[in-house]
């Protein structure tokens, strides 16, 4: 996935998440905590699947 798109679907997912805590809660504090919430585990998954894909693309090499 290109990073231009991967950012426009986080985006999309951080503002989406925002607005539905916000309608369900009515509190700013309670949205901001879950959208920086949210944004931090967004962020450790993909990290995650970063180092999964190099450790992939690393054994891959060894089997040649």
């Known amino acids: 996935m290109r990073f231009g798109v991967f950012h ?3 985006w999309l997912l951080m503002c989406t ?4 805590v916000y309608c ?3 509190s700013v504090r309670r949205t901001i905590v879950t959208t920086l919430a949210v944004s931090f585990l967004l962020q ?10 190099v ?5 891959d090499r060894r089997t040649v």
């Open 8 to 10: 426009r679907i986080l």
């Open 17 to 20: 998440n925002a607005l539905v």
């Open 24 to 26: 369900v809660s009515q």
């Open 44 to 53: 450790l998954a993909y990290f995650g699947s970063l180092l999964f894909l």
């Open 55 to 59: 450790w992939r693309a690393g054994c």
